[in-house]
């Protein structure tokens, strides 16, 4: 049994929740060789506040 696990930031839209859930799902069966049943996905959202890369916050960067 896959079990993905994604990080974001949060503020993503519930349709683009299912649109990636489905899209990772598909790319999983493909590789795998797995039927979708099996595949476990796991959306943690983290606020900005919360993520850092470089020793800088996320809401600190300048993007």
């Known amino acids: 049994m896959p079990v993905i696990q994604v990080i974001m930031y949060e503020g993503r839209t519930v349709e683009q929740k299912r649109k990636l859930v489905a899209n990772v799902t598909e790319a999983v069966v493909r590789s795998l060789d797995v039927s979708p049943e099996t595949v476990r996905i796991h959306l ?6 919360d ?12 993007e």
């Open 44 to 49: 943690f959202e983290k606020k900005k506040e």
């Open 51 to 62: 993520m850092a890369v470089g020793g800088i916050l996320a809401i600190d960067k300048k």
